[in-house]
């Protein structure tokens, strides 16, 4: 997954923006944007549990 994080700048000043792809999630810090970021691709990593082959076939 491309994240990348970057500066904006608003009409309220500069705010910070999380780029997944094509769309954007704004932060009003750097700090909230980089935290975002490590929770999203722990997230991510996490193990996911598969369907139950066994349900599937009923």
Known sequence: MDIQI?????LRG???QVCLG???????????ARQFVVTLQARVQA???LPNEQR???
């Open 14 to 16: 500069t705010c910070w």
């Open 6 to 10: 970057r500066a904006s700048q608003g």
């Open 47 to 49: 193990p996911h549990p």
């Open 22 to 32: 094509k769309h954007q999630v704004n932060f009003r810090s750097e700090e909230e």
């Open 56 to 58: 599937l076939a009923s």
